[in-house]
């Protein structure tokens, strides 16, 4: 399945839906990267900010439509969780061209450093 088929089938998800689903990640991203030393963890990490980074353009659609991520009229996008964590990932191992590609998406999409 390619990541324009898995976002397909979220788009008929809420806002509320899909905000649930960025900050599960995001949380599942945090535990499984503190357990780093064990391999399978890491690799879980690796997968889950993948679909983080996946996720991110119908996420940040839905914080378009949050008051709450407004100020004075202006959206403010947050730094997202995923990108920063995977790009840890990929410098460490020096990965280069898949972290150019990446830091490129998230500029793209408009988040946050």
């Known amino acids: 399945m390619t990541e324009e088929e898995w976002l397909d089938g979220l788009r008929h998800l809420s806002h509320d839906q899909i905000l649930q ?38 996420a940040i659609e839905a914080m378009k439509q949050n008051p709450h991520m407004y100020s004075n009229g202006e959206f403010f996008a947050p730094g997202h969780h995923g990108y920063r964590q995977y790009a ?10 898949k972290l150019n590609e990446i830091e490129k998406k998230k500029c793209s999409e408009g988040w946050a450093d």
């Open 88 to 97: 840890i990932i990929l410098r460490r191992k020096k990965e280069f061209d």
């Open 21 to 58: 689903a960025h900050f599960s990640l995001q949380e599942q991203i945090k535990k499984h990267y503190k357990l780093r030393a064990e391999p399978k963890h890491m690799k879980k990490a690796i997968a889950l900010c993948e679909q983080h980074i996946a996720l991110a353009p119908l």
